[in-house]
């Protein structure tokens, strides 16, 4: 219970961020419009490249704007806030607390991302479904589908944040692993262009790594690029990824709270 | 001084500039993935769109070098640290410019500019002396036109002060818009960059009139070598924005 007031709390936190959230709307819709209109020229060139066409490509692109703040495609999220607690030492603070750490911000960072979802979400894929022609679902039970996926790669997108925060007890100033994890999620969730379209093994190793299932495997959902048997696979390997990465960061936990030493003063 | 900070962190510091070289490189990697499958976007070429990319990152870079500082100015509004620098005896833009100056913003230059030479030998341009000054000038005035729209940006903020991200739109969005050739956006986008904020003259309409490629508006061709009229056009109203700003600034007294 605990944690959903948590989670409550970070999810009102990040509304008080409005002139912030109107703003990241902007700029979400601007670059939604940008990337629409290279893929529209791409796919006037080739048609059907990646198994997709036009509407689904374009239904991909404002997926991925209402995706960016929602998923932290760009990596932080709050928890740099984590790492500069852990390089400022005030992590001990935290330790102490009869809560679990990463149960704590797991919580947190669920609010945030539903907050950020309703904020940063709705408002560019209504703003891109207005502007151009987009293959979107009709049906409740794909869109329902659709959230479910979203919400498993919150989870892999925190479980690879919560790692990277982490590796400040050993690096210190963990901004700049930060920057190239960030990147690495940018690049292999499809957020840069569609993994379908990456060519030959790029993209089949692309697809099985653990970023996939924070953007490519819910944009697929919602485009209906998955349906019947894909669609329980891509869930499966979104659940799994999301086990395998939160069990290796309380093992990178505890041996990291391990390692810490309070100074008293 | 932020210099040596940042060097402070050795590990942290070359993963950051590396994070930075390989962050603009990533749009790029994207332009070869897709050229991976086409021979032409928007009717322009490999080394064409290269070129477009190049120009305006080398732009883009040089601006954010010298002031990519003054987005954190909302910041500081904020937390009312501005009023700190108030009291100093040195104009308030020169300090918050040099402010957490980072000189991993090198990385941004250093892909842009690998990649503009890379291009370069590969466009079709008959290259004559004029053609070959054309270059540097469009990018010293692309610069100026992006530090312009930093500073107005910057600005705002004294307003708005959480909206830092409305400026980034402009900046990276402008650069990412850019770095693609204008007839692939529509006539009322590519008309808004060129009339509205005139982010077309950083290289769109040199770039058109150097690779002979026609404006998809139909401009006049003088048009094409305004450049430095806008660049410096842009910066007196930058400038003006920017003490309208700092005269408006109310501290929050915390």
Same mark, same amino acid.
């Given at each position: 219970m605990w944690y959903v007031a948590v989670a409550a709390g970070?999810?009102?936190? $990040?509304?008080? $961020?409005?002139?912030?959230? &109107?703003?990241?709307?902007?700029?979400?819709?601007?670059?939604?419009?940008?990337?629409?209109?290279? $893929?529209?020229?791409?796919?006037?060139?080739?048609?059907?490249?990646?198994?997709?066409?036009?509407?689904? =490509?374009?239904?991909? &692109?404002?997926?991925?704007?209402? %995706?960016?703040?929602?998923?932290?495609?760009?990596?932080?999220?709050?928890?740099?806030? %984590?790492?500069?607690?852990?390089?400022?030492?005030?992590?001990?603070v935290d330790l102490y607390r009869p809560a679990d750490l990463q149960l704590w911000w797991l919580a947190a960072d669920l609010g945030r991302a539903g907050l950020q979802l309703i904020g940063r979400g709705v408002v560019p894929m209504a703003v891109g479904a207005l502007a151009f022609p987009l293959a979107l679902p009709g049906d409740p039970l794909t869109w329902?589908?659709?959230?479910?996926?979203?919400?498993?790669? &919150?989870?892999?997108?925190?479980?690879?944040?919560?790692?990277?925060?982490?590796?400040?007890?050993?690096?210190?100033?963990?901004?700049?692993?930060?920057?190239?994890?960030?990147?690495?999620?940018?690049?292999?969730?499809?957020?840069?262009?569609?993994?379908?379209?990456?060519?030959?093994?790029?993209?089949?190793?692309?697809? &099985?790594?653990?970023?996939? =299932?924070?953007?490519?495997?819910?944009?697929?959902?919602l485009v209906g690029a998955r349906s019947g048997g894909a669609l329980w696979r891509g869930l499966v390997f979104q659940a799994a990824w999301g086990v395998a990465l939160l069990a290796l960061g309380r093992l990178v936990q505890s041996a990291a709270t391990r390692k810490v030493v309070v100074h008293g003063g | 001084?932020?210099?040596? !900070?940042?060097?402070?962190?050795?590990? !942290?510091?070359?993963?950051?500039?590396?994070?930075?070289?390989?962050?603009?490189?990533?749009?790029?990697?994207?332009?070869?993935?897709?050229?991976?499958?086409?021979?032409?976007?928007?009717?322009?070429?490999?080394?064409?769109? *290269?070129?477009?990319?190049?120009?305006?990152?080398? !732009?883009l870079g040089l601006a954010d070098l010298l002031l990519g500082s003054v987005e954190g100015l909302g910041r500081r509004v904020r937390d009312g640290t501005l009023d700190t620098l108030l009291l100093r005896p040195v104009p308030v833009?020169?300090?918050? *410019?040099?402010?957490?100056?980072?000189?991993?913003?090198?990385?941004?230059?250093?892909?842009?500019?690998?990649?503009?030479?890379?291009?370069?030998?590969?466009?079709?341009?008959?290259?004559?002396?004029?053609?070959?000054?054309?270059?540097?000038?469009?990018?010293?005035?692309?610069?100026?036109?992006f530090a312009a729209v930093f500073t107005a940006g910057a600005a705002f903020q004294f307003w708005a002060q959480d909206a830092a991200e409305v400026q980034n739109s402009f900046t990276y969005g402008g650069n990412a818009m850019l770095q693609y050739p204008p007839t692939v956006f529509a006539r009322e986008l590519v008309r808004g960059v060129t009339f509205l904020v005139p982010l077309a003259f950083v290289n769109w309409l040199p770039a058109l009139r150097l690779l002979g490629h026609p404006d998809p508006l139909g401009l006049p061709g003088w048009v094409d070598f305004m450049g430095p009229v806008v660049a410096a056009l842009m910066c007196a109203g930058a400038g003006l924005a920017w003490r309208l700003g700092l005269r408006a600034y109310r501290s929050t007294g915390s």
């Open positions: 970070s999810f009102r936190r $990040y509304a008080t $961020y409005r002139i912030a959230t &109107v703003a990241g709307v902007f700029t979400n819709t601007v670059f939604g419009f940008i990337v629409a209109y290279t $893929y529209i020229a791409l796919w006037d060139e080739r048609p059907h490249l990646g198994g997709y066409d036009q509407a689904q =490509a374009l239904a991909f &692109v404002w997926t991925a704007q209402a %995706l960016l703040a929602t998923a932290a495609l760009m990596g932080g999220g709050g928890l740099d806030e %984590l790492q500069e607690r852990i390089r400022t030492g005030d992590i001990a329902g589908c659709f959230l479910l996926s979203v919400l498993f790669g &919150v989870l892999v997108s925190f479980a690879l944040r919560y790692l990277v925060a982490l590796a400040s007890f050993w690096l210190l100033d963990g901004a700049g692993l930060a920057l190239i994890s960030g990147l690495a999620c940018m690049f292999f969730s499809g957020m840069v262009l569609p993994l379908r379209v990456f060519p030959g093994a790029l993209g089949e190793v692309a697809q &099985v790594l653990p970023w996939a =299932a924070v953007l490519q495997v819910p944009a697929d959902v | 001084m932020w210099v040596r !900070s940042a060097l402070a962190y050795r590990t !942290s510091f070359v993963m950051m500039a590396v994070g930075n070289f390989a962050a603009n490189g990533l749009d790029f990697v994207a332009i070869m993935l897709m050229f991976s499958r086409i021979d032409a976007l928007g009717g322009f070429s490999l080394p064409e769109v *290269a070129f477009l990319y190049g120009t305006s990152g080398v !732009s833009f020169a300090q918050i *410019a040099a402010d957490r100056f980072a000189l991993r913003r090198l990385g941004r230059i250093t892909q842009a500019v690998l990649v503009l030479g890379w291009s370069l030998p590969l466009l079709p341009v008959d290259w004559t002396v004029g053609r070959v000054l054309m270059v540097p000038l469009m990018v010293v005035c692309g610069a100026a036109i």
